[in-house]
């Protein structure tokens, strides 16, 4: 007799129960971590765990109409899916969409490319380009914004 018990001495839950348990774990701290990153943003708690409330939206087509009952409710800044923040603020605006605003564009900018091969101003993602850009194309802007706003 050993002294020692075997490994199939102890009940141990079947392969398929294990990968469960695991992958539910991995799910919810997945989910915690995004809650606690963005917690201090206003918005439905549903929306702070998951990304259906804006999916049912989306499909109902009424998106917009809820993005506005949104703003409406819980101010310029709303939370409107785990990862995703909404703004209706025009000087938090211009301070994200700055190359001095510290925030990185997010792939859903690779999306807005109208010619597949090159970056517009608005689809280039990364931020020494798009400050190289912005002066080459800041004179004309300036001289057009004279123009039609003088």
């Not at 549903?46 to 804006?54: D, K, V």
């Not at 190359?99 to 109208?114: A, L, P, V």
């Not at 993602?125 to 002066?135: L, N």
């Amino acid at each position: 007799m050993a002294l020692l018990p075997t490994l199939s001495e102890y009940h141990l839950p079947s392969t398929p129960i294990l990968t469960i348990l695991i992958l539910t774990l991995a799910t919810i701290t997945h989910l915690y971590k995004n809650y606690l990153k963005l917690r201090h943003i206003p918005g439905p708690f549903l929306n702070a765990i998951s990304p259906l409330p804006i999916t049912y939206h989306t499909l109902k087509k009424d998106m917009n109409e809820y993005l506005y009952g949104l703003h409406r409710r819980y101010g310029p800044l709303v939370r409107v899916n785990p990862t995703t923040v909404l703004v209706c603020d025009a000087e938090t605006l211009r301070y994200v969409f700055s190359t001095k605003g510290g925030f990185r564009k997010s792939e859903w900018f690779e999306f807005t490319k109208w010619d597949p091969d090159r970056y517009s101003s608005i689809s280039m993602r990364d931020d020494e380009a798009r400050k190289e850009r912005k002066a080459l194309l800041a004179p004309a802007v300036c001289i057009l914004f004279f123009f039609f706003f003088s």
